[in-house]
């Protein structure tokens, strides 16, 4: 029993001695055009999805489908988000293509099937260690929801707010 106990210690030492030199000698790495190893990969997004189950709202959204509150986010969106995420054209600007996490541009890969609440806490909360940034202390809460509902929205715009949302200089210059 004694020896099986001394092998598990000596087994987490060496885990941990390993973990703090592959740290301390750069071998995890710390660039953005890295490829993530699998393990990275794995921890990240399970935990993403964990916090997202746990915080993200389930209620209905406060605010009401109208076309003002859409045209309002999709401003708040064009002076915000498109730098990353594009605009009605998907073509991603030099910032988005750099970025590791990569942005995904919302006109081709967007969240309208994604419940408003998950959408909510992308953007008042950010993603750490991504380029996604928490605007929960920069937007109000009605700003925060109208980005939502032109997201939740985006492949069913109205005439005016497909106009304003179209009217949005593409990213890539
Ligand atoms: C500096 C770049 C940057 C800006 C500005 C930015 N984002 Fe992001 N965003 C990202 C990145 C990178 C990710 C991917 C994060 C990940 O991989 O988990 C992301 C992810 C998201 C997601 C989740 C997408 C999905 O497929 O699940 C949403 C929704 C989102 N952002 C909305 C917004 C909104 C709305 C704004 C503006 C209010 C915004 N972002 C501004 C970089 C940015």
């Known amino acids: 029993m004694k020896s099986f106990i001394c092998g598990i210690l000596a087994t987490l030492v060496v885990l941990a001695a390993g973990a703090y030199i592959s740290v301390t000698m750069g071998w995890v790495p710390a660039n953005a055009d890295a490829n993530p190893s699998a393990l990275e990969t794995w ?5 993403l999805r964990a916090t997202i189950k746990r915080e993200a709202p389930t209620a209905p959204v406060p605010i009401a489908l109208t076309d003002a509150n859409v045209i309002a986010g999709i401003k708040l969106y064009a002076n ?3 730098a990353c995420h594009g605009a009605s054209d998907a073509k991603a600007s030099n910032i988005a293509s750099g970025l590791f996490q990569h942005a995904p541009q919302l006109a081709d890969h967007g969240v309208t099937d994604d419940p408003e609440g998950k959408i909510y806490w992308f953007v008042k909360h950010g993603v750490r260690l991504t380029g996604m940034p928490s605007f929960g202390d920069s937007l109000t809460e009605e700003q925060l929801w109208q980005v939502v509902l032109f997201l939740k929205h985006m492949d069913e715009l109205s005439p005016k707010a497909d106009k ?5 200089p593409s990213a890539k210059l």
């Open 43 to 47: 921890a990240a997004h399970k935990s």
């Open 80 to 82: 915000n988000c498109a």
């Open 164 to 168: 304003a949302w179209k009217a949005v």
